[in-house]
């Protein structure tokens, strides 16, 4: 199983990006997706999660400007940033609960850099 996330770039504040993450491989299904970011020298912090039934939260700091949203037909797990800040910058990463033989194991993707110029 892996999780392939994609979209990132260098944006000037104020402007737009939209990540996207697929999971491929053998299973069943897919509880909770998550992203997360990880600026230099700090660490990483949970940005958004939707669960299988599409109930969503957001940390403080991109509520109202980022929203998470899925499809469980293809697997994905979007990210559409708006208003960016150049806080924003850092490596995004998709986090997913994949069930395999009725056990769920939590997998990570590789980042995508995502950098706001002011």
């Known amino acids: 199983v892996q999780l392939q996330a994609c979209g990132g770039g260098l944006v000037q504040a104020g402007g737009s990006l939209r990540l996207s993450c697929a999971a491929s491989?053998?299973?069943?299904?897919?509880?909770?997706m998550r992203w997360f970011r990880q600026a230099p020298g700090k660490q990483r912090e949970l940005v958004a999660g939707?669960?299988?039934?599409?109930?969503?939260n957001y940390a403080d700091s991109v509520k109202g400007r980022f929203t998470i949203s899925r499809d469980n037909a293809k697997s994905t797990v979007t990210l559409q940033m708006n208003s960016l800040k150049p806080e924003d910058t850092a490596a995004y990463y998709c986090n997913a609960d994949i069930v395999r033989f009725a056990v769920a194991v939590n997998y990570w993707g590789q980042g995508t850099q995502v950098t706001v110029s002011s």
């Open positions: 939707i669960t299988g039934g599409g109930r969503t």
């Open positions: 491989g053998s299973f069943s299904s897919i509880n909770d």
